[in-house]
């Protein structure tokens, strides 16, 4: 195989520390639960994790709302409990990337406490404080979160900005001494053995310093308004500009590369290849190639309802020939699913085939090319969990989203909770399911769980079942993990399209230096014959989810069977 750094070859993980693994049984997850399962996570044959924010946190962004970048939750544990779980994970070959939260901090972070202590405290230029006008805020900018980007303090009779929840100020990046005290945090953690980050965020770092009003002349919740009346589907999408309008001088302003550059720069300085992956799909943040981000994720492939050939191919092609521009060596970044979105067993999925299309969405992550990231509890086919009760709701966008549709859009309390279940971030970050027993085995039963727990568990949505039974999710995703792991190709290889316009199937090689392999995936429920002359002469069938490995089709007519997916050796 070519030269690959570890990260080009691994399969990503992401923990969410509070859902994953209860180890003191007290409902909320911790690094005792995160080490003992371990084991679990090497046999289910992935290579590196990342793990959500576990510093210290008020939590009222679940960890994205920082006090202590140098401290773990104390529901979490202590460093010595992140250290034995680092090192175990090291001595089972698991690599571990943490969350990096850049672009503000808790407003409990002490330099927060400082900087709003006084006008003059020589923290106060930490973070961006502005005079309201005439009692308004400063402008019209808006939190993605919940209202007004702008905060009055009473203490110093000023306004400071936040992107995110009022209780994340953000740090005014333009001061050299907040980046010199965050390039500390980040060695401390380089020192301590990590292997890299995953950049929260990052598109928010810098603001337009002329801090113009933006032209959408509307708040979020006027745009919210607008959106739940609208007539049609139509009326809808015509609306998103203005959503991205109302947020154009508070994003990707001038100023990142060089930023990501010095961070790259202090990252490099440690042994032992450290990553930085960026929050962010934009693929100028790869620099040159050599001196900004590693990795992107490819938040494109995953903007749909529905995970189509054409979908992916319009993908790809947009995606690997802009990245080859940057450089040769650029390397792509798939994933379908994170802490923040629906789960992509439901959002793919058509109500009918989920199953069959969760599988074949694996398989596409698993043989684009690139490093796939894969959420946790996927792998066993968690559901998105629908809360039936605002007061279960434990994400405070979506709690003040709810309100405001009450209070201000005067939508029916039943209605707005529909909408806020779908829209909440809770859904897709219910407890992991464990096995069959009170609380899916993540807590000790009778201990109320810090979200509930998805009651599907009984009907086999845990590991343990799944563990033994051959056909389960989970022995589907160990299948595949050590079938890509054996399978060169599927990592060195190029991506080389076939059949362009194939409505049901996609099909592509990727061409390493010693194998060749044909990848064939029939989204569709039909049983397909297709001619595939072109890839090749003979051919050996090395996976199907279908049974039918070591058979040798002849590549001019191909049986492709419904769903499946079909992997085949070009000799
Ligand atoms: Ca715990
Ligand atoms: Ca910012």
Redesign the pocket.
């Known amino acids: 195989m070519k030269q690959l750094k570890w990260w080009q070859t691994a399969v990503f993980y992401q923990i969410y520390p509070r859902s994953f693994a209860d180890g003191n049984g007290d409902g909320i997850g911790d690094f005792k639960g995160m080490a003992e399962n371990l084991d679990y996570l090497k046999d289910l044959g992935v290579d590196a994790l990342w793990l959500s924010p576990h510093f210290k946190s008020p939590q009222f962004d679940y960890g994205y709302d920082i006090s202590d970048y140098m401290d773990v939750a104390k529901e979490y544990g202590n460093l010595d409990d992140f250290k034995v779980f680092l090192d175990g994970a090291h001595q089972r070959g698991l690599s571990v990337i943490l969350d990096l939260v850049l672009?503000?901090t808790s407003h409990e972070h002490p330099w927060f406490v400082e900087s709003r202590s006084s006008l003059d405290n020589p923290k106060r230029d930490w973070y961006i404080w502005r005079d309201g006008k005439d009692g308004a805020p400063p402008n019209n900018w808006q939190s993605c979160f919940d209202g007004s980007a702008w905060e009055f303090d009473p203490q110093t009779g000023q306004n400071y900005y936040h992107?995110f929840l009022k209780q994340q100020p953000?740090?005014n990046?333009r001061n050299p001494e907040v980046k010199k005290a965050m390039w500390q945090a980040v060695r401390f953690w380089l020192e301590m053995g990590v292997d890299g980050f995953r950049l929260d965020a990052i598109g928010?770092?810098?603001?337009d310093p002329a801090m113009p009003d933006n032209s959408v002349g509307m708040s979020m919740v006027d745009l919210g308004r607008l959106y739940f009346t609208a007539q049609t589907e139509g009326e809808k999408e015509k609306l998103w500009p203005l959503f991205e309008d109302l947020f154009k001088y508070q994003v990707e302003q001038p100023g990142m590369h060089a930023l990501m550059q010095e961070l790259r720069s202090v990252i490099d300085e440690y042994a032992g290849d450290r990553v930085l992956v960026g929050e962010n799909d934009m693929l100028e943040y790869h620099g040159n190639g050599h001196n900004e981000l590693h990795m992107v994720f490819n938040f494109p492939l995953m903007r749909t309802r529905l995970i189509s050939p054409a979908w992916v191919r319009k993908n790809q092609k947009q995606r690997l020939n802009k990245l080859y521009k940057i450089s040769p060596n650029a390397w792509p970044c798939n994933t379908l699913g994170n802490h923040d979105c629906a789960r992509m067993y439901n959002i793919f999925g058509d109500g009918q085939h989920d199953a069959e299309l969760a599988r074949l969405n694996l398989a596409l992550l698993l043989t684009l090319r690139g490093t796939p990231f894969l959420y946790n509890g996927e792998e066993i086919a968690m559901n998105d969990y629908m809360l039936d009760d605002i007061s279960l709701f434990r994400d405070v966008p979506a709690i003040w989203q709810y309100n405001a549709m009450v209070k201000e859009l005067g939508m029916p309390e039943e209605m707005a909770l529909q909408e806020a279940a779908k829209g909440t971030r809770d859904k897709n970050r219910t407890p992991m399911q464990w096995r069959n027993a009170p609380n899916a085995g993540f807590s000790p039963k009778g201990v109320t769980t810090w979200l509930p727990v998805n009651p599907n568990y009984a009907q086999g949505i845990n590991a343990e079942d799944q563990q033994t039974d051959p056909s389960s999710p989970l022995n589907f995703y160990k299948t595949m993990l050590r079938f890509r792991k054996a399978t060169p190709a599927l990592i060195e290889g190029d991506y080389q399209l076939l059949k362009p316009r194939s409505r049901n199937y996609l099909a592509f090689l990727r061409k390493g230096q010693k194998q060749t392999c044909l990848v064939v995936l029939n989204y569709s429920g039909k049983a397909l014959k297709i001619d595939l002359r072109e890839a090749g002469e003979k051919s050996k069938v090395i996976f199907s989810n279908l049974d039918r490995e070591g058979q040798s089709d002849a590549l001019g007519k191909l049986d492709l069977l419904p769903y499946e997916i079909l992997i085949v050796e070009i000799r």
């Open positions: 672009n503000h992107y953000d740090l990046w928010t770092i810098f603001e």
